[in-house]
């Protein structure tokens, strides 16, 4: 198996999501990879309704034991921003899907994360939708960033957005938060566009996950693949009417592999902040690229300080290996025999 990670021990991991189809994969690579102790869900792609519904969905369909806790409807300062053109207004654009037969848990995700991460030291937040919840736990308890062992996050770029020419979706839908989670005290490694557009979704990637959920064609052994397949496809459709390819970026499993499998990263840091005020550019990551930051350098001019954080800037994957690490998650999660 690629990266095969079995001689050392899994990283405790809480997913912050806001699912859609690459929060699912997210969640999925967590669990197979991770210990996965609880989902938080938070305003994103769709609605805070829909996505705590799509994220219980996921642990339904992959037969995951794990808590989900719903957490922030809207951004600190913002307006509500979601993905329809992506993700449909659901957040889960494409397959027919079972009716649900499970729920949330109490408390609200932000005091679960408080508590949690209060009872447990060293663990990571993944997070993968707006920074919401992250950002207001953090302010609630200032000392849950000196607890943790970092926070992963899928967000940002250092060329160019996609949710506007300079701005990618989860830093626009909430900088003011993101500002928060980058300057607080802790680890951070950051998987933006520019990461996660080389691990991509396309029609071959489907055609794999279809072969998982039902082997040589014959009876569905695995459902929970076979909703994936028609969320990505239906992805491919949307990018198809967008921009005219069949390709997109799997964004959110890099953040779960860059804490699971981070031999598999180049990661550099760098001074890093978001834009919060300019017209065309809120919500902009600004990655300085050009300099190599090492612990505990302190020789290099920051300008703006107080702006720019140190953060682990992933650079680069090994793309077969993370696709690989996908395919047999779904795999593996989607027909473990205890379910
Ligand atoms: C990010 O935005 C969302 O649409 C995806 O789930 C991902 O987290 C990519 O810009
Ligand atoms: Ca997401």
């Known amino acids: 198996m690629a990266?095969?990670?079995?001689?050392?021990?899994?990283?405790?991991?809480?997913?912050?999501?806001?699912?859609?189809?690459?929060?699912?994969v997210a969640i999925v690579v967590a669990a197979a990879y991770g210990e996965l102790l609880g989902i938080t869900t938070v305003g994103g792609n769709a609605p805070l309704a829909d996505v705590t519904r799509n994220a219980l969905l996921t642990c339904q369909l992959f037969g995951l034991d794990v808590p989900v806790?719903?957490?922030?409807?809207?951004?600190?300062?913002?307006?509500?921003?979601?993905?329809?053109?992506?993700?449909?207004?659901?957040?889960?654009?494409g397959p027919s899907l079972p009716e649900l037969d499970r729920e949330p848990e109490h408390p609200h995700a932000v005091e679960y994360l408080i508590e949690r991460v209060r009872a447990d030291e060293g663990l990571w937040l993944v997070q993968i939708g707006p920074a919401t919840n992250v950002a207001t736990a953090f302010a609630k308890a200032p000392d849950l960033p000196g607890r943790l062992?970092?926070?992963?996050?899928?967000?940002?770029?250092?060329?160019?957005?996609?949710?506007?020419?300079?701005?990618?979706?989860?830093?626009?839908?909430?900088?003011?938060?993101?500002?928060?989670?980058?300057?607080?005290?802790?680890?951070?490694?950051?998987?933006?566009?520019?990461?996660?557009?080389?691990?991509?979704?396309?029609?071959?990637?489907?055609s794999d996950i279809r072969d998982v959920a039902?082997?040589?064609?014959?009876a569905l052994g695995n459902p929970g693949a076979k909703v994936i397949a028609d969320l990505f496809g239906h992805y491919l459709e949307r990018i198809e009417a967008l921009a005219g390819h069949r390709v997109g970026g799997l964004h959110d499993p890099c953040a779960v592999l860059a804490v699971t499998h981070p031999e598999l990263f180049e990661m550099v840091k760098r001074p890093t902040g978001v834009e919060l005020r300019g017209s065309l550019t809120r919500g902009m990551t600004v990655v300085d690229r050009r300099s190599r930051v090492s612990e505990g350098d302190t020789g290099i001019p920051w300008t703006?300080?107080?702006?720019?954080?140190?953060?682990?800037h992933c650079v680069s994957l090994d793309v077969v290996a993370a696709r690989?690490?996908?395919?047999?998650?779904?795999?593996?999660?989607?027909?473990?025999?205890?379910r």
């Open 149 to 206: 062992a970092g926070v992963s996050f899928m967000g940002g770029s250092a060329s160019g957005g996609n949710r506007t020419a300079a701005a990618e979706f989860n830093a626009l839908a909430d900088p003011e938060a993101l500002d928060v989670v980058l300057g607080s005290d802790t680890e951070i490694r950051m998987c933006g566009l520019d990461l996660t557009m080389q691990l991509t979704v396309d029609d071959q990637l489907v």
């Open 324 to 338: 690989s690490l996908v395919v047999d998650a779904l795999n593996q999660v989607g027909t473990k025999s205890d």
């Open 304 to 312: 703006d300080a107080g702006q720019f954080h140190p953060v682990w």
């Open 3 to 24: 990266g095969d990670t079995a001689d050392r021990p899994k990283p405790r991991l809480i997913v912050d999501c806001d699912p859609g189809q690459d929060d699912a």
């Open 69 to 93: 806790y719903a957490g922030e409807a809207t951004p600190l300062k913002a307006e509500p921003l979601h993905a329809p053109e992506i993700h449909g207004t659901s957040g889960f654009a």
């Open 214 to 218: 039902a082997p040589d064609g014959g």
